[in-house]
T-cell receptor, first 113, second 116 residues
Framework: AQTVTQSQPEMSVQEAETVTLSCTYDTSESDYYLFWYKQPPSRQMILVIRQEAYKQQNATENRFSVNFQKAAKSFSLKISDSQLGDAAMYFCAYRSTGNQFYFGTGTSLTVIP | DAMVIQNPRYQVTQFGKPVTLSCSQT?????MYWYQQKSSQAPKLLFHYYDKDFNNEADTPDNFQSRRPNTSFCFLDIRSPGLGDAAMYLCATSEFIGRARVSEQYFGPGTRLTVT
């Protein structure tokens, strides 16, 4: 099974500032997808952003962007202009060619007013 | 507007008493997943269905079974719940079209299982 590693159990950021959450993964596949999911306390898991491995261009969704380094197997999430509503657990996820999704252990993000 | 629905949201069962959790979807996705998520941990994939094809993760205990009678519904059966099975159980769906085309997962709100 593929492994996904998030080395930052907790992060904090001042409101309106920028924060980067890190994620690395291990795989022997060449075709795969990477995702960042957000899980607010006691609420549903929702997609933040996705990246196809065959695309060199980094994905961007409004204030959220990724730094995808395929050779290094690194997939970090940058949140710009952080808002109080961004406070949540963030999970990095890997989708294999076999339809399985594997999640990292998560990073708990606190936004300080 | 609900796309992935899980019932019940909270379930209490007794040690050793079989329990069934249900999931339904309005997205018509061909893949459905069950995850176990314990407090402050990552979701752990138990199994998934690609259409009617069942795919079990190697480390999923035999105590956990699943059924998918049709595209819309999927059930998680825990035959003899132990205290260690208390967790949030998440259902998710995705659409697999081909190697180069896949949707992200859509998650339900989860069912929190308590074992007494």
């Amino acid at each position: 099974a593929q492994t996904v590693t998030q080395s930052q159990p907790e992060m904090s950021v001042q409101e309106a500032e920028t924060v980067t959450l890190s994620c690395t993964y291990d795989t022997s596949e060449s075709d795969y997808y990477l995702f960042w999911y957000k899980q607010p306390p006691s609420r549903q898991m929702i997609l933040v952003i996705r990246q196809e491995a065959y695309k060199q261009q980094n994905a961007t969704e409004n204030r959220f962007s990724v730094n995808f380094q395929k050779a290094a197997k690194s997939f970090s999430l940058k949140i710009s202009d952080s808002q109080l509503g961004d406070a949540a657990m963030y999970f990095c996820a890997y989708r294999s060619t076999g339809n399985q999704f594997y999640f990292g252990t998560g990073t708990s993000l606190t936004v300080i007013p | 507007d609900a796309m992935v629905i899980q019932n019940p949201r909270y379930q209490v069962t007794q040690f050793g008493k079989p329990v069934t959790l249900s999931c339904s979807q309005t997205l018509n996705h061909n893949v459905m997943y069950w995850y176990q998520q314990k407090s402050s941990q990552a979701p752990k994939l138990l199994f998934h269905y690609y259409d009617k094809d069942f795919n079990n993760e190697a480390d999923t205990p035999d105590n956990f079974q699943s059924r998918r009678p049709n595209t819309s519904f999927c059930f998680l059966d825990i035959r003899s719940p132990g205290l260690g099975d208390a967790a949030m159980y998440l259902c998710a769906t995705s659409e697999f079209i081909g190697r180069a085309r896949v949707s992200e997962q859509y998650f339900g709100p989860g069912t929190r299982l308590t074992v007494t």
